[in-house]
Each structure stands twice: as structure tokens, then as C-alpha cells.
């Protein structure tokens, strides 16, 4: 039984699913994926009886770049930014009315 007839029984439904899960993965830990890609293209590479470091290290570099790119337009977490717009809210003086409350609350609570 050779690979080939292994994936053609499998479900189309399945493997879509398991290729995005595989791909939500790989956008998360690109790191490791790029080592591991680039350690198999260095080994096809090898086992073709050409053995070329520089390209496995280029395909690796171009796909980290290419998950930090799809990281970095659909990751939907970005850094605290100190130049937004607030529409003339305080956050500071709010916050410090928060605590002034807070305290106010601790300390009659103690009677």
C-alpha cells in the first residue's frame, strides 16, 4: 500500500480540516516550522546527490517570511499603541479614580 493509496481514501472534508489546523500551527510556532522545512529540503536535496545548504536555508528564510506575513495580517493582536485616539478620554485620570474609590471602599469597610 503506497502513500498515494493511503491519501485517496481519506475524506476530502478531513484533509481540508487537518490543513488548516496544520496551517494555524505553523503560523503560530513559524520558527521551528522553517528549521524543519529547511532541514527536509536540505535532506531531499541530499538524497537527490546534490547536497545544497544554501537553498534549504533560503526556502526556510522565505517560509518564515511568508508566516510572519499571514501572521502578522490575520495574528488580531497588536501592541498597546500610546498615539491612539481616546475622543478626550482620560484612561490615567480614570484610573486613578478607580483606585481612590477602591481605597475609599477598603477603608469603611473596616467599620
Known sequence: MTASS???DIPTSFIVVAGL????????FRGPMS?????LCL???WNAGEPQ???AAIMGGVLYGSLALIGGVFGGRGGMDDHAQT???DYTAE???????YHRRDRESLF
Not at 489546523?21 to 503560530?28: K, S
Not at 528549521?35 to 532541514?39: E, L, S, T, V
Not at 486613578?96 to 474609590?101: D, N, T, V, W
Open 43 to 45: 535532506l531531499g536535496t
Open 53 to 55: 545548504p544554501l537553498l
Open 87 to 89: 475622543g478626550g478620554y
Open 6 to 8: 493511503i491519501i485517496a
Open 35 to 39: 528549521i524543519a522545512f529547511a532541514a
Open 21 to 28: 489546523i496544520v496551517l494555524v500551527l505553523a503560523v503560530r
Open 95 to 101: 484610573q486613578a479614580r478607580l483606585a481612590r474609590e
